[in-house]
């Protein structure tokens, strides 16, 4: 059975830091791509970092490149999202997403920015 379980978000002032974390479940991360997504309120889901073990590479998007850093540990079975310097506009809810399959989707874990 896949299971993805994210935690650590919560409220923090700009130019702060959050961890979050992502405990996965039924797949490898090896084989198959695992990423973190968001949503703001009012806006749509948007691709924030992931992992693509298949080309050996990670993506960031734009406006995180260089404030976010993405992470695994097959030990831990746990995909992290170190989040740096963070601006209001990175508030929303924090997905974990895995391509295993049909793609598999965790629960959101609220990051509130304040000014």
């Known amino acids: 059975e896949v299971q993805l379980q994210a935690c650590g978000g919560g409220l923090v002032q700009a130019g702060g830091s959050l961890r979050l974390s992502c405990e996965y479940s039924?797949?490898?991360?090896?084989?198959?791509?695992i990423g973190w997504f968001r949503q703001a309120p009012g806006k749509e889901r948007e691709a924030v970092s992931l992992?693509?073990?298949?080309?050996?590479?990670?993506y960031y998007s734009d406006s995180v490149k260089g404030r976010f850093t993405i992470s695994s540990d097959g030990a831990k079975n746990t995909l992290y999202l170190q989040m740096d310097s963070l601006k209001p506009d990175d508030t929303g809810v924090y997905y974990c997403r895995s391509w295993y399959g049909k793609g598999y989707w965790g629960q959101g874990t609220q990051v509130t920015v304040s000014s």
């Open positions: 039924g797949f490898s991360v090896d084989e198959y791509a």
């Open positions: 992992i693509n073990p298949r080309e050996g590479n990670t």
